[in-house]
């Protein structure tokens, strides 16, 4: 009579053990382990044409973030040039805002036209002695 060892690889005890090295294909036990299903092997101008290929795609990746990069750079510039801008603008249109003001008209024409209302004199004061 055989004795079993009770090895027990994830099974309940008392089921049809096999161990680990003996294989059921189809039915029949083997064994030895199944041959490996053999790979092709790529040729030689394959190979190289994947390689050159990857060098390919990565000079163009490489190109295109640098590209990439200084459009970035250009529209930060851009960016600060508009805030400038539209500063510039907003002081523009205060300015034009003043001048519709007649208190700053007449002003304007007072002191750099040397404009005077009717009945008025104007008193132009002499020139140093210093400045001669």
Not at 91 to 106: A, G, H, Q, R, V
Not at 111 to 131: D, F, H, W, Y
Request: glycine share 4%; net charge positive.
């Amino acid at each position: 009579m055989k004795t079993m060892k009770n090895n027990n690889w994830g099974r309940d005890a008392g089921t049809d053990e096999r161990p680990p090295h003996i294989y059921v294909v189809n039915g029949k036990e083997h064994s030895k382990a199944l041959p490996k299903a053999k790979r092709r092997k790529l040729p030689k101008y394959v190979k190289l044409f994947i390689a050159i290929l990857g060098m390919y795609l990565l000079v163009l990746f490489i190109i295109g973030s640098y590209q990439l990069w200084q459009l970035n750079k250009q529209m930060n510039a851009l960016e600060l040039e508009q805030k400038s801008l539209l500063t510039q603008q907003q002081k523009l249109t205060e300015d034009m805002e003043s001048l519709n003001n007649p208190e700053m008209i007449e002003r304007i024409a007072r002191e750099s036209l040397r404009m005077v209302k009717p009945g008025e004199t104007v008193i132009i004061p002499a020139a140093s002695a210093n400045k001669q």
